[in-house]
Structure formats: C-alpha cells, structure tokens
C-alpha cells in the first residue's frame, strides 16, 4: 500500500509528491544512468539519457519482483540545470511511459559532475514492494 502525502491547504505539486508513506519490502536502487545493459551511453542528448536511466530503474526493481507503481522516492543528479529544464516536455513523456503517475517523493540536484564523464543525469531511487 502506497499513499501520497499533501499536508492540508498546501498546493499539491506538479511532477512529484511532497511525501510518500509505504508498507512492504523496501528496495534501494543505486544510481542508474544514461547508458544501455552494456554500458554504452545511448545519447548525448539530456532527455534521452533521463529516459534511458528512468528505464534502467526500472530494470533493477523488476529483479527484486517491484513494478514501477512501487516506486517511492526519486533524487535526480543533473549535471546543468537549464538542460534539465530545456528537456522537461520530453523527460514527462518519458516518464508518464516508464514509470506512470507523478506520485513519488522527488528531489533534483544540480551537481558540478557525475562519475562517468559522458552521463549528464543519473536517478537514485527507492521502492517499496506491498506484503
């Protein structure tokens, strides 16, 4: 069971959850980034390699048995924030296609670099499969 947190009289926000409140197994997913199976970026572009990290999330949750409904909470590292801005239409339909609805706790931080020179994005993530 999943419930979405909206204290009373906020505005609920657009694109994420304020909160998340979850029973179940608990699953941490590492970091994922734009690159395929075999680690190989599958573009340059901004919105391809958040499609392609949002679809290796998915991945690794589908191992321990979750399906992208379990998801809880998300931390977006972005290494240019306008990019990340520039891409927004096209990282929402991504999203809405990978992963579904918007409500999962979210964070997005801009960081100087990530590890791999070439990623751009990279999608930490937590969910919580139902007993």
């Given at each position: ?53 949002l ?19 998300m ?33 997005a ?16 993530a937590?969910?919580?499969i139902?007993?």
């Amino acid at each position: 069971m999943k419930k979405t947190l909206l204290p009373s009289g906020w505005v609920k926000p657009r694109g994420y959850a304020n909160g998340v409140a979850a029973r179940g197994t608990q699953v941490y997913i590492a970091g994922q980034i734009g690159w395929d199976e075999e680690a190989r970026f599958v573009s340059k572009a901004f919105g391809a390699q958040a499609e392609q990290a949002l679809r290796n999330v998915v991945a690794v949750l589908r191992e321990a048995g979750g399906r992208p409904e379990h998801l809880v909470r998300m931390t977006w590292y972005v290494t240019d924030k306008r990019a990340y801005l520039a891409a927004a239409k096209e990282i929402g339909a991504a999203f809405r296609e990978t992963i579904g609805d918007y409500d999962i706790a979210m964070s997005a931080v801009q960081v100087a670099a990530l590890i791999e020179d070439d990623a751009l994005v990279e999608i930490e993530a937590t969910a919580v499969i139902p007993d």
